[in-house]
Nanobody, 127 residues
């Protein structure tokens, strides 16, 4: 079973930066660079929403409008990791952030397009 583990959340003041990391465990027969990867987030009382996604090769990425120009998704296929670099953080970015892996490489922005999920990491931005 593929395991996805996030790290790097925390408390930061508005305008600050955080780097989230996600590691995907190696499983026989699976190749990480075939996986599309994404970050989603869920704030209290709200539905889980798409934040950013990246193709298996890393050649293409996409973002939700509210984070464009502030967040960047990146991956290292040698280490089976993906990162979310977050700058100019705002209080409305406060949420639990989830890393998700799609073994079929569909590059979806929908939660249903992902097969494996991490437990989430809390990001809190104070005003």
């Amino acid at each position: 079973q593929v395991q996805v583990v996030e790290s790097g959340g925390g408390l930061v003041q508005a305008g600050g930066s955080l780097r989230l990391s996600c590691e995907v465990s190696k499983v026989a027969g699976h190749t990480f660079d075939n996986y599309a990867m994404a970050w989603f987030r869920q704030a209290p009382g709200k539905e889980r929403e798409f934040v950013a996604r990246i193709t298996g090769s890393g050649s293409d990425s996409a973002y939700t409008d509210s984070v464009k120009g502030r967040f960047r998704i990146d991956r290292d296929n040698r280490k089976d990791t993906v990162a979310l670099l977050m700058d100019s953080l705002k209080p409305e970015d406060t949420a639990i952030y989830y890393c998700a892996a799609d073994r079929w490489g569909r590059f979806s922005s929908e939660p249903s397009g992902y097969d494996y999920w991490g437990q989430g990491t809390q990001v809190t931005v104070s005003s």
